[in-house]
């Protein structure tokens, strides 16, 4: 497995199937208030966002049936980073987000489909996530890779989730079996 000693500055530690992960010099959160299943969010009204926000069941099927390339970004809506990257941009519009930006230059390239996974809602079956936001590439042959670089550098982030530089993630087939069940 893949192991983070601790999160990037531009992430925060995460829940790890509903368990506070306790690594040294982490963000100081308190994650037990953070175990999934528990919605922090009071209700709004549905966003103008495009990327598609996945539970469970629809990542195991995009595991079960890979006709292509998946980005997967998983975030938590209590993160700052997360907030800054998957749910709004600087002035708070949540259309403009970096991760829809990202979502609009991946399809007009032809790229990977680009879904979301709130980790607060479940754990997520064959995914380490160790930090949020933490991105896969679920590639169609099966094997996973983890971008470990600043995701707000939406120009890598395309580069490497179009199958640019891979000294950016780690990838492994032995996380996928592990993913597929």
């Given at each position: 497995a893949i192991v983070a000693a601790s999160p990037p500055r531009w992430a925060c530690p995460a829940t790890h199937f509903g368990k506070p992960v306790q690594k040294a010099g982490t963000v100081g959160f308190h994650l037990?208030?953070?175990?999934?299943?528990?919605?922090?969010?009071?209700k709004e009204k549905p966003s103008a966002q495009n990327v598609t926000a996945i539970g469970d069941k629809e990542l195991q099927e995009l595991m079960d049936n890979r006709d292509q390339d998946v980005l997967v970004i998983f975030y938590a809506p209590w993160c700052p980073h997360c907030k800054s990257f998957v749910m709004?941009?600087?002035?708070?519009?949540?259309?403009?987000?970096?991760?829809?930006r990202l979502n609009s230059m991946l399809k007009a390239a032809g790229g990977p489909k680009l879904v979301k996974f709130d980790v607060t809602a479940s754990q997520p079956d064959g995914f380490d996530i160790q930090y949020v936001p933490m991105i896969y590439l679920v590639k169609k042959d099966g094997d996973l890779q983890i971008y470990n670089n600043n995701p707000h550098d939406l120009a890598a982030l395309k580069s490497w989730?179009?199958?640019g530089p891979a000294a950016t993630s780690n990838s492994t087939a032995a996380l996928a079996s592990v993913a597929r069940h």
């Open positions: 037990k208030k953070f175990e999934a299943g528990h919605n922090f969010l009071r709004q941009d600087e002035k708070k519009n949540a259309s403009n987000a970096p991760a829809e989730a179009m199958g």
